[in-house]
């Protein structure tokens, strides 16, 4: 048995460069294409150029209750993504697999009870 070459790695091989090429191509293009300034004051790299005097620190802590209810968002928003996917192909995979989901949606009702409980759904703790 002849070994040959590996045809299948050159489409992804030619993918993989027009892709590094195209990322490379378009932030030269940018940086040549881009508005460029002519002099500038101070007040162009400050922080605020509406005008308005800021108040306060820019550097403000954000409450933690903010991260929580993102990360839950999060978790949550990827449980609809697999059911949407496990719904178009639930007629080929049969009853096992409605079975998994209803434990895989179990155990994730029981952490959004578990946080409801515990306040974390709240904005102020």
């Not at 940018?30 to 605020?48: D, E, I, M, P």
């Not at 449980?79 to 409605?98: D, M, R």
Request: net charge neutral; glycine share 12%; hydrophobic share 60%.
């Amino acid at each position: 048995m002849e070994l040959t070459a590996p045809e299948p790695y050159v489409g992804l091989t030619v993918h993989i460069l027009v892709c590094i090429a195209l990322g490379v191509g378009l932030l030269a293009a940018g940086a040549l294409l881009r508005f460029r300034a002519r002099g500038g004051s101070a007040l162009r790299n400050a922080t605020y150029e509406c005008g308005e005097t800021p108040i306060g620190s820019a550097w403000a802590k954000s409450p933690v209750g903010f991260y929580l209810v993102a990360l839950l968002f999060i978790l949550f928003d990827i449980e609809v993504a697999f059911l949407f996917l496990w719904i178009q192909g639930l007629g080929t995979v049969g009853p096992a697999a409605f079975w998994a989901m209803v434990v895989f949606v179990a155990i994730l009702l029981l952490g959004w009870v578990y946080a409801w409980r515990k306040g974390d759904l709240g904005w102020a703790r």
